[in-house]
């Protein structure tokens, strides 16, 4: 399996629940990042949690991290027909010899909100 | 908010023929990278350019690609004789530093005729 794997593939709601995605990953990190991508268009930063935090929030959105599980979730509250887009973690990976400078991305989240 | 600004939003090349995708990455940034996604797959990593040089690169980024940072402002990305697989969305990102933030572009769709 991949480094930054998304959980699940796909998932479609109703406006105003909550969503839950998960990030799975294989190696230590310096920082995870969530991106937002609707369709065919480009890449919109959400959050950027680092190694030595375990949670944090914008507006909302709550992600949290586990290091020990290599693992992340984005939670997303009250959620609205505009949220709908993939999501996408991505891990900036640490090194002995320095930051590797790159993000390996997982292959997204399809997230549907039914108005 | 700063952006990354990335031109052409779309371009048409004939296999064979040489592209320039062109970025202008946040002005204080220091760290330049380019990630392509193929339709419906996963992004990925081609490149990082910090201090007018590569610092990584990936299996993807052969001799047919190159990246230059012409003046101060300007990353471009080079594709030379494209092939039909070069058809993705190419992604322009910077950051200010090695685990900062990185704010990517709105991407150039490049398709290969």
């Known amino acids: 399996s991949q480094q930054g794997e998304e959980d699940p593939q796909a998932l479609s709601i109703q406006e105003g629940e909550n969503a839950t995605m998960n990030c799975s990953y294989k190696t230590s990190i310096n920082n995870l990042q969530w991106y937002r991508q609707n369709s065919g268009r480009g890449l919109v930063h959400l959050i950027l949690i680092r190694s030595n935090e375990r949670e944090k929030h914008s507006g909302r959105l709550r992600v949290t991290l586990d290091t020990s599980k290599k693992s992340s979730s984005l939670l997303i509250t009250a959620s609205r027909a505009a949220d709908t887009a993939s999501y996408f973690c991505a891990t900036d990976p640490w090194s002995m010899q320095g930051g590797s400078e790159k993000l390996v991305f997982g292959k997204g989240m399809k997230l549907t909100v039914n108005p | 908010e700063p952006e990354v600004t990335q031109t052409p939003s779309h371009q048409v090349t004939q296999m064979g023929q040489e592209v320039i995708l062109r970025c202008v990455p946040i002005s204080n940034h220091l760290y330049f990278y380019w990630y392509r996604q193929i339709l419906g797959q996963k992004v990925e990593f081609l490149v990082s350019?910090?201090?007018?040089?590569?610092?990584?690169k990936s299996e993807i980024f052969d001799d047919q690609f190159s990246v230059e940072r012409p003046d101060g402002s300007n990353f471009t990305l080079k594709i030379r004789s494209t092939k039909l697989e070069d058809s993705a969305m190419y992604f322009c990102a910077s950051s200010f530093s090695e685990t900062g933030r990185d704010t990517f572009g709105s991407g150039t769709r490049l398709t290969v005729v």
């Open positions: 350019f910090y201090n007018n040089e590569i610092s990584e």
